[in-house]
């Protein structure tokens, strides 16, 4: 039985008869492809990918596993359709907080059509596209308060300026309400567990980092990064548990647009991964230091 | 004061038909003469700016030409003119590259009219598929013991394989300006490699990159200098290879982000010239 997926934060949803992606209960993602041949070509990268020799072993990790192509009944009810069979790469997880961040300062790459280009590149420049080299494509958190995922609106999401994508990055890692933001800043209650620590996402972040310094396979035009961290545990609070509970993924995803690289590096990516994460870390070093002058009345016995 | 035209220059404005360009003093000093339209004083603004800034590293500021101030100059119509460090001043035979960094040579802050005039260059050069362009370069033929200097037509016809093909020629000693001969790579450790090589220099300017978020440096160039004299004395320790970052007209504000566009750029080109170390006899990329 395939079902539309919980937590899908970005891109086409299979709701009220749309064509979208499926799950079903073995944690297997059903991807359609689509009319035009982006479909095919995300399949193609996928094949080269799976068995590309020049991958390290420790970057498969970051990447969805691949199972081939499946004819699947489409969710808008046209019928058998070919779909990429993937990992969900949600399926471990019993209360996701999920977020979709489209890396690179362009979206567009040489040689697409005029139309394509001029549709990138408007988007780009209204957004912190072009300004911050990524732009928050949309997240759901749980609200620790309401015991309830809270979805941010894609428009408030694509409206964000630096200081939104700011906010967008504290409130993920939040325990006060996400709704209420305004008033009150988000707390960062997980910032260390999620983003910190020696297996959260900036030591991720930081490892693809170097894969991209010399990596000269693929040009990751317009793909995501996904991060994903479970609420479950982090309700059960629980000490040293956390940072283990807390299971903070990194995951690339939506290949329909990736090159080959011919010999020069995605530095479309790289630039927008090493801004991307220059804000994670200045996330955590606000967090250190707010908790440092925290502590310190306490030392002195107070 | 004598001021004469700069031998050197590869790139950037040059004086003509009557128009002011850059000027040298026997003191070791470079005069620019303002340009209009604001980017002269932009490029001033931050001169002061990063002259004074605290927060810029020490060792960071050697990738700098030093400020003198500014100067209204004698034979230029009393334009004001920018007084900075001679990059060249130390070197008798030099062979000198400009190369552009980013992916994009404008930024939001331009008009509508500048930001399509660079779009239209960057795709038709290498800027948006390498991350840099070479702008300019001369570099000294040692067989034909002279300097060689191309044509401007093909610099901006470069693709990638030509930029790799530039940059080994950079290093050279053989018939540079024959496109179709294979060069010899004869100064690469010299130059690009060794403790105090461009590889180094370039990856030192990188780790700040990665974490300055003081200014963006839009439009800026690399510029890559080294001394042929001393290589001719049969001395190729010496080439005292030199980075430097040039051309501040359209430097913006960081506002708490990283210059993404150029560290994007900056670490391409990073991989050319590595790429280059590792196998300077290959004429394509593997």
Request: hydrophobic share 35%.
């Amino acid at each position: 039985m395939l079902k539309v997926p919980e937590h899908q934060v970005a891109g086409h949803i299979a709701s009220d008869g749309k064509l979208g992606p499926l799950v079903d209960d073995q944690g297997r993602f059903f991807k359609p492809l689509q009319g035009d041949s982006r479909g095919e070509h995300e399949a193609k990268f996928y094949e080269s990918f799976t068995s590309n020799k020049m991958v390290p072993d420790h970057i498969h990790r970051y990447f969805p596993v691949y199972h081939g192509t499946q004819l699947v009944e489409a969710s808008d009810g046209s019928g058998k359709l070919l779909h990429l069979v993937l990992d969900d790469v949600v399926s471990g997880y019993s209360n996701p907080s999920v977020m979709d961040v489209k890396i690179g300062s362009r979206t567009w790459y040489p040689d697409v059509s005029e139309g394509y280009f001029k549709k990138c590149i408007k988007k780009d420049r209204e957004t912190t596209t072009v300004s911050l080299g990524f732009r928050v494509s949309g997240f759901k958190i749980f609200d620790h308060q309401e015991s309830s995922f809270w979805r941010a609106e894609k428009k408030l999401v694509l409206g964000y300026n630096a200081d939104g994508a700011r906010l967008a990055l504290r409130k993920f890692v939040s325990s006060n309400s996400p709704a209420d933001s305004n008033s009150t800043p988000p707390n960062c209650a997980f910032a260390s567990e999620v983003y910190g620590g020696p297996n959260g996402i900036l030591v991720q972040l930081l490892e693809l980092k170097e894969w991209f310094e010399t990596q000269t396979l693929y040009h990751f035009n317009s793909c995501s990064i996904l991060m994903t961290y479970e609420n479950e545990s982090i309700l059960m609070k629980g000490g040293d548990d956390d940072v283990q509970a807390a299971r903070a993924q990194v995951k690339l995803v939506d290949f329909a647009h990736v090159l080959d690289g011919s010999g020069v590096i995605d530095h479309n990516f790289l630039g927008g991964l090493c801004s991307f994460i220059k804000f994670i870390k200045d996330i955590l070093q606000s967090v250190d230091k707010r908790d440092e002058t925290e502590t310190s009345p306490l030392e002195n016995g107070n | 004061m004598q001021l004469k035209v700069p031998e050197h220059q590869v790139a950037g404005h040059i004086a003509k038909d009557g128009k002011p360009g850059p000027l040298v003093d026997d003191k070791g000093r470079f005069f620019k003469p303002l340009q209009g339209d604001s980017r002269g004083e932009n490029e001033v603004k931050f001169y002061e700016s990063f002259s004074t800034n605290t927060e810029v590293p020490d060792h960071i500021r050697r990738f700098f030409p030093v400020y003198h101030g500014t100067q209204a100059v004698e034979g230029s119509d009393g334009a004001t003119m920018i007084v900075l460090e001679n990059l060249l001043a130390d070197y008798s035979k030099p062979s000198v590259m400009d190369v552009k960094m980013g992916s994009r040579t404008w930024y939001p802050e331009a008009s509508e009219e500048y930001v399509q005039k660079c779009l239209k260059k960057d795709t038709g050069t290498t800027t948006v598929s390498a991350g840099f362009r070479i702008s300019g370069f001369e570099v000294y033929d040692h067989k034909e013991s002279s300097f060689w200097k191309p044509e401007r037509k093909l610099l901006r016809g470069l693709k990638v394989d030509g930029a790799r093909l530039t940059l080994r020629k950079f290093v050279s000693s053989n018939s540079l300006s024959d496109m179709g001969s294979k060069p010899d790579s004869a100064f690469v450790s010299s130059v690009y490699g060794g403790s105090n090589g461009v590889l180094t220099q370039l990856l030192e300017l990188k780790t700040w990159f990665e974490n300055q978020t003081l200014y963006h440096f839009n439009s800026c160039s690399i510029l890559m200098v080294y001394e042929n004299e001393s290589i001719l004395k049969g001395n190729d320790g010496d080439a005292r290879p030199q980075v430097k970052l040039v051309d501040f007209a359209h430097v913006m504000d960081g506002n708490g982000v990283i210059d993404h566009n150029f560290l994007g750029g900056l670490c391409s080109f990073i991989n050319f010239i590595r790429d280059i170390l590792q196998s300077p006899d290959e004429s394509a990329e593997s």
